[in-house]
């Protein structure tokens, strides 16, 4: 199955994990900024006409398992056959890990600069 995966900071506090395959593109996001409370995370499926997706939510460290399960269940609803579906999700874990590392990486950074301006002039 031809298929190609990336992880990357899509601009100032945003991590995106991005897989491509022959299934449609597997998406998950988590959104940081100044004043947020807490990182916004969501997560989507595209394929052709058929696509869903959902907010995770804030303050969740979603397991890799149920994010798995999340992709896997929207891809069944678009008549992704079983084996097809496995081929696409394969090695998500490792690089859903790696997407929570920056994540956390980029929470911080955030809660820094926050605290940075709030001491200014003090």
């Given at each position: 199955?031809?298929?190609?995966?990336?992880?990357?900071?899509?601009?100032?506090?945003?991590v995106l994990l991005t897989s491509l395959a022959?299934?449609?593109a597997l998406l998950e996001t988590?959104?940081?900024w100044r004043g947020n409370d807490g990182r916004i995370q969501s997560m989507m499926?595209?394929?052709?006409d058929c696509g869903n997706g959902e907010e995770i939510g804030r303050h969740i460290l979603l397991p890799a398992r149920a994010l798995r399960g999340?992709?896997?269940r929207i891809l069944a609803e678009c008549a992704v056959p079983p084996a097809r579906i496995r081929g696409v999700l394969a090695g998500i874990e490792p690089a859903y890990a790696?997407?929570?590392?920056w994540?956390?990486?980029a929470e911080r950074a955030t809660a820094a600069e926050a605290a940075?301006?709030?001491n200014y002039g003090r």
């Open positions: 199955m031809a298929s190609a995966s990336s992880l990357s900071t899509a601009g100032k506090g945003a022959l299934a449609g988590a959104a940081f499926v595209e394929r052709g999340m992709f896997a790696l997407t929570l590392a994540s956390r990486d940075a301006i709030a």
